[in-house]
Nanobody
Framework: VQLQASGGGLVQAGGSLRLSCVVS????????MSWFRQAPGKEREFVAA????????YYADSVKGRVTISRDNAKNTVYLQMNSAKPEDTAVYYC?????????????????WGQGTQVTVSS
């Protein structure tokens, strides 16, 4: 199973960014997906998750209202749309494929991880 994340880069505070993650090697539509992030010197933290169908989504309080997770099961792709970016959003963002159908904030609920994509928000 491979997860390929892309879309990171440098964005100014208040700007927008969309991350993508393409999954191969498993039946994408059967599993929940999520995004986590890790800032320098900090532990990896949950950002957002989406159920297998896209019918349920979950967000960390720190990004709620600014971030939207979505998926296209026909393209084996999960997205993270970030608006009103803040400097504290600067981190490496990782996509993860779940062990089950529903999303969770716990890292232990995911068994495959992407390589990460760097997001830097300048003030």
């Amino acid at each position: 199973v491979q997860l390929q994340a892309s879309g990171g880069g440098l964005v100014q505070a208040g700007g927008s960014l969309r991350l993508s993650c393409v999954v191969s090697g498993r039946t994408f539509s059967r599993y929940a997906m999520s995004w986590f992030r890790q800032a320098p010197g900090k532990e990896r933290e949950f950002v957002a998750a989406i159920s297998w169908s896209g019918g349920s989504t979950y967000y960390a309080d720190s990004v709620k209202g600014r971030v939207t997770i979505s998926r296209d099961n026909a393209k084996n792709t999960v997205y993270l749309q970030m608006n009103s970016a803040k400097p504290e959003d600067t981190a490496v963002y990782y996509c993860a494929s779940g062990k089950g159908t529903m999303g969770s904030a716990g890292a232990g609920s995911y068994d495959y991880w992407g390589q990460g994509t760097q997001v830097t928000v300048s003030s």
